[in-house]
């Protein structure tokens, strides 16, 4: 077995653990997307070469991965004889991994086995069909006016190209008439019969062995492409204070190539192993879907840990179309606490790389103080959920009341009673200045002493603020305050912090002498 089937096998065997019992078990009652509840079904037909044509399942179900694929199962209505069974099944994706299909009875009382299986996926298109008749001679349709009067004529044409190009794209066909060739079509083509074998959708041909006769509804499943998923925050904060208030929505896109009614949606969070083949990408058609508001009725996704990751169920049956883009609310907090906190960080971007006494080295000026919010993500701020990566947009009231953006940053995976803290951007009234004003270094007896001096203004008007002023002993391992201005607090090996309350149009000092030795 080869990676990909490995990692494929390892996903589809944790996804169909609890398949058999998947219809008995309660789900939540929770807010959902409005959503058009009618199922389409479709008889079952035989078709002239005896094959059984199955429908899609009316409510398949999804587990959405935030790489770019996801798990689908469908029930599929099955009427076997004993022995082998020709059966097409028009359900699938058209990014589906054929080599991840599994199919079989949740009951257990019939024994499946997939003898052969055809995979099929180039729709029917004028393409495709030019190039079915590659080096033949069809009609074509050409109207064109005659005395103010709408005259169809026909035109017989070799296709000597067809322009089809396997899996997307084409190229310019070239056309014989008369004896000439000719880089367009010379009309609408007329296509002859193409009998009982025509691909209206992407389709699966299976040859199944099974015991016994029976009608009974299978379980497909398999892993396709074309589906991602996203978390994104908006936190909303008051003109002044430090109380918030955030939602979390979910974004769900499907470039599949298939639309799937009143699925059954969950959502994978984590980094899971996954090989990721090439593959063609759809232009994406965005249609945001509106957000229920029924405020009686609870949150519309509930979370809760799945193996090494967390899994996210959408409440209520919900249809992602294709090229539709689905957002959810699936996380909500009113008056979080999350402080604004300033940092300074005069030497950014120098650090311990061993042993070093250049005089130039970290003595440059940032004068720019960041913009950092921080809130604890657990139940006394009304949350407490594993949060999913995604963007955090930042948005504050005016005197006016009136919404303003104020930055945007990415989160990480955060777990339950973990620190959240992501940079908005540089304040605008405060700076900071750092300069060297001492550096002696005795290579034969190794030591260095340099010493710091750091200035922090604050010109806002009306709000005392704290500036937490970062310094890194970038010099070496070994290292000593021997002065302080003010008590600081050791970060990890090479970072020490002080934080300096700064009143409104005052100026504080920090300086500090640090003595290396090796």
């Known amino acids: 077995m080869n990676a990909t089937q490995s990692a494929t096998t390892n996903v589809l065997r944790d996804f169909y653990i609890n398949m058999t019992t998947f219809h008995q078990r309660a789900c939540y009652s929770l807010q959902a997307l409005n959503t058009n509840p009618a199922m389409k079904k479709i008889i079952t037909a035989i078709t002239l070469t005896g094959s059984l044509i199955l429908p899609a399942a009316a409510e398949p179900a999804l587990t959405i991965y935030n790489q770019n694929f996801a798990v689908v199962r469908d029930s599929v209505p099955l009427d076997l004889k004993p022995g082998a069974n020709s059966v097409r099944y028009p359900g699938a994706t058209a990014q589906v991994e054929p080599d991840s299909v599994i199919l079989r009875d949740p009951a257990g009382k019939h024994l499946l086995q997939i003898l052969e299986q055809n995979y099929r996926n180039?729709?029917?298109?004028?393409?495709?069909?030019l190039s079915l008749f590659e080096g033949k001679t069809i009609d074509f349709q050409n109207v064109r006016m005659k005395d103010n009067t709408a005259v169809r004529e026909i035109i017989p044409g070799k296709i000597v190209r067809s322009g089809y190009v396997p899996g997307g794209g084409n190229e310019q066909p070239i056309i014989e008439v008369n004896g000439k060739l000719q880089f367009s079509l010379p009309g609408q083509p007329l296509f002859p019969d193409l009998g009982s074998d025509t691909i209206l959708k992407p389709a699966f041909n299976w040859l199944l062995q099974s015991d016994k006769s029976g009608v009974f509804d299978a379980e497909v499943g398999y892993v396709t492409g074309g589906f991602d998923w996203s978390a994104s925050y908006n936190l909303v904060s008051?003109?002044?204070?430090?109380?918030?208030?955030?939602?979390?929505?979910?974004?769900?896109?499907?470039?599949s190539g298939k639309t799937f009614e009143n699925a059954k949606i969950k959502l994978m969070a984590g980094d899971v192993n996954k090989i990721q083949p090439p593959q063609n990408r759809y232009r994406m058609v965005t249609a945001m879907a509106g957000r229920a508001m029924d405020a009686l009725e609870a949150p519309a996704v509930t979370e809760k840990a799945f193996d090494e990751f967390h899994l996210y169920s959408i409440a209520r049956p919900t249809t992602l179309h294709d090229r539709e883009t689905k957002q959810v609310e699936f996380v909500h907090a009113e008056k979080m606490f999350a402080p604004t906190i300033y940092v300074y960080d005069g030497a950014t971007g120098y650090r311990f790389y061993g042993l070093n006494y250049d005089q130039g080295y970290g003595s440059s000026d940032n004068k720019k103080i960041i913009v950092q919010r921080e809130f604890k993500n657990a139940e006394t701020n009304q949350l407490g959920i594993a949060l999913p990566k995604g963007k955090l947009r930042f948005y504050r009231r005016d005197a006016d009341s009136q919404l303003q953006f104020v930055g945007e940053n990415q989160i990480d995976h955060t777990p339950r009673n973990e620190t959240v803290r992501v940079t908005t951007g540089n304040a605008f009234d405060l700076i900071g200045e750092r300069k060297q004003t001492n550096f002696r270094v005795d290579t034969a007896d190794k030591w260095i002493d340099e010493t710091f001096e750091i200035k922090l203004r604050n010109r806002k008007k009306d709000a005392p603020v704290e500036i937490r002023v970062v310094e890194h002993l970038y010099r070496w391992s070994n290292w000593n305050l021997t002065a302080k201005s003010d008590e600081f607090t050791k970060k990890d090996a090479q970072t020490i912090e002080f934080r300096i309350p700064v009143k409104p149009d005052e100026e504080r000092t920090v300086t500090y002498t640090v003595h290396y030795s090796w």
């Open 238 to 255: 008051p003109e002044k204070g430090d109380l918030v208030d955030l939602v979390g929505w979910i974004t769900m896109n499907n470039t």
């Open 122 to 129: 180039d729709p029917v298109s004028e393409p495709l069909l």
